[in-house]
């Protein structure tokens, strides 16, 4: 079935240290791939989202492209700040007949000041 | 404020106890969503309902029974649950329902209902 892979966390860094989260994801049908994020005691919302291969989704400074050479939609930000520590969440869209977003288990990043 | 409350946010109960989660959209969509939140695994989607219709129930057990009486509010109704049901529940909306690959729309998501089973 589908399924999505993220690094495992938590991740911690210093204030303006480059960030990337990776994620890979099974490459049954043609997926719609997203990044969500969950700062504490909030609910999800979307953070960027790629439509086709070599797309590239981008918010706030952080950036993802979807990759179908290697099934990869890695985050990347260049320089992070304080009110970036959250959890982020990777997705895919399903395929046809279902109405499921496949979810990654999450990672949860930190930055110190 | 994303549009989408859901009440209560701290909820404690005994496994004997019957209660109520609820979500209200403000949105005008059409598409609303249980997610189940817990430690260390991915969401689990619970149930879609489209146009106040059930379309995906992910095997849940009976014990947690959804209603949409409209496009705007969804009900989980809470029965005999057991401690392994302590969990985030996270109530989100879209436009349309998100199926396959066709519809790329966001999910709009609540803060989530934290529920402790005793």
């Known amino acids: 079935g589908d399924s999505v892979t993220q690094m495992e966390g938590p991740v911690t860094l210093s204030e303006e240290a480059f960030l990337t989260i990776n994620c890979t994801y099974t490459?049954?049908?043609?997926?719609?791939l997203f990044w969500y994020v969950q700062y504490p005691g909030e609910g999800l919302q979307l953070l960027l989202k790629?439509?086709?291969?070599?797309d590239k989704g981008s918010n706030k400074g952080f950036e993802a492209t979807y990759r179908k050479e290697t099934t990869s939609f890695h985050l990347e930000k260049g320089s992070v700040q304080v009110s970036d520590s959250a959890v982020y969440f990777c997705?895919?869209?399903?395929?046809?007949?279902?109405?499921?977003?496949?979810f990654g288990k999450g990672t949860k990043l930190s930055v110190i000041p | 404020e994303t549009g989408v409350t859901q009440t209560p946010r701290h909820l404690v109960m005994g496994m004997t106890n019957k209660k109520s989660l609820k979500c209200e959209q403000h949105?005008?969509?059409?598409?609303m969503y249980w997610y189940k939140q817990s430690a260390k695994k991915p969401l689990e989607l619970m149930f879609v309902?489209?146009?106040?219709?059930?379309?995906e129930n992910n095997s849940v057990p009976s014990r947690f029974s959804p209603e949409c009486p409209n496009s705007s509010h969804l009900f989980l109704h809470l029965h005999t649950l057991q401690p392994e049901d302590s969990a985030l529940y996270l109530c989100?909306?879209?436009?349309?329902?998100?199926?396959?690959?066709?519809?790329?729309?966001?999910?709009?998501f609540g803060e989530g209902s934290r529920l402790t089973v005793l």
């Open positions: 490459a049954t049908g043609y997926p719609s």
């Open positions: 989100a909306s879209s436009r349309t329902p998100i199926a396959g690959g066709l519809n790329t729309g966001e999910l709009f």
């Open positions: 997705a895919r869209s399903s395929g046809a007949g279902s109405y499921q977003l496949t």
């Open positions: 949105l005008g969509h059409n598409a």
């Open positions: 790629a439509t086709k291969a070599d």
């Open positions: 309902y489209s146009l106040e219709e059930r379309v």
